[in-house]
């Protein structure tokens, strides 16, 4: 064997192993599909995080003017209020993306119904 054909060789076999580790290697997973569980701690976050910033705020305010409990309240209502406002929002998103993803879905099993008759 020749030096040349021993290179050639070398590099077919090494093309060989970086496919076979390609292969084996795991697949981060899809950030378009996220899971049920996901989606609700999304919200649950969006609601604990509305209140958090009104329970600052409130807190903030009544310490700075020695109102104790006025701001405070009316704070964690408005940021219970903003929480729930975000969470509906989400939720529309995630409707709405689903049912563009379902009516994508419907359309291309159509389409290919439509090509076989």
């Given at each position: 064997?020749?030096?040349?054909?021993?290179?050639?060789?070398?590099?077919?076999?090494?093309?060989?192993?970086?496919?076979?580790?390609?292969?084996?290697?795991?697949?981060?997973?899809?950030?378009?599909?996220?899971?049920?569980?996901?989606?609700?701690w999304r919200m649950?976050?969006?609601?604990?995080?509305?209140?958090?910033?009104?329970?600052?705020?409130?807190?903030?305010?009544?310490?700075?003017?020695?109102?104790?409990?006025?701001?405070?309240?009316?704070?964690?209502?408005?940021?219970?209020?903003?929480?729930?406002?975000?969470?509906?929002?989400?939720?529309?998103?995630?409707?709405?993306?689903?049912?563009?993803?379902?009516?994508a879905h419907d359309?291309?099993?159509?389409?290919?119904?439509?090509?076989?008759?």
């Amino acid at each position: 064997m020749t030096d040349p054909d021993k290179a050639a060789r070398l590099a077919a076999l090494e093309a060989k192993i970086d496919a076979a580790k390609g292969a084996q290697t795991p697949r981060p997973p899809a950030d378009e599909h996220y899971s049920g569980a996901q989606h609700a701690w999304r919200m649950v976050i969006e609601l604990v995080s509305g209140l958090g910033i009104g329970f600052g705020i409130g807190y903030g305010l009544d310490s700075l003017f020695g109102t104790m409990p006025l701001f405070l309240v009316l704070f964690i209502l408005l940021g219970f209020i903003a929480g729930i406002k975000t969470m509906m929002r989400s939720a529309n998103e995630i409707q709405e993306k689903q049912l563009a993803e379902a009516a994508a879905h419907d359309d291309t099993a159509q389409s290919g119904d439509d090509e076989g008759a």
